[in-house]
């Protein structure tokens, strides 16, 4: 079992920044993939980025590309997403979610899921 425990949301402006955190529970959380997703309201579940199991593969929607970066400290069992040049259709819930595959886009490959932290950009 992981638990998932997102951080760091919140209200920014326009091409302001933010990082957040997913912080697992549980020896294994190395072994696993990480991703993270957001669902904006109305909107279905879209995949924004993963990273392997050992931070060497790092992949990215285009919608993000370029603005956000994904990392990982196995050590404190974390992985952080820093969100720079944020725009107001950044706005959703985003999710992180652990995958003891390889990692991918489709968000039913995950095992486990975090709940969530609101991340709103006003224009």
């Known amino acids: 079992q992981v638990q998932l425990v997102e951080s760091g949301g919140g209200l920014v402006q326009a091409g302001g920044s933010l990082r957040l955190s997913c912080a697992a529970s549980g020896r294994t959380f190395s072994m696993y993939a990480m991703g993270w997703f957001r669902e904006a309201p109305g909107k279905e579940r879209e995949f924004v980025a993963v990273?392997?199991?050992?931070?060497?593969?790092?992949y990215y929607a285009d919608s993000v590309k370029g603005r956000f970066t994904l990392s990982r400290d196995n050590a404190k069992n974390t992985v952080y997403l820093q969100m720079n040049s944020l725009k107001p259709e950044d706005t959703a819930v985003y999710y992180c979610?652990?995958?003891?595959?390889?990692?991918?886009?489709?968000?039913?490959?995950?095992?486990?899921w975090g709940q969530g932290t609101q991340v709103t950009v006003s224009s």
């Open positions: 979610a652990a995958d003891l595959g390889g990692g991918s886009y489709y968000r039913e490959e995950y095992d486990y």
């Open positions: 990273i392997s199991w050992n931070g060497g593969n790092t």
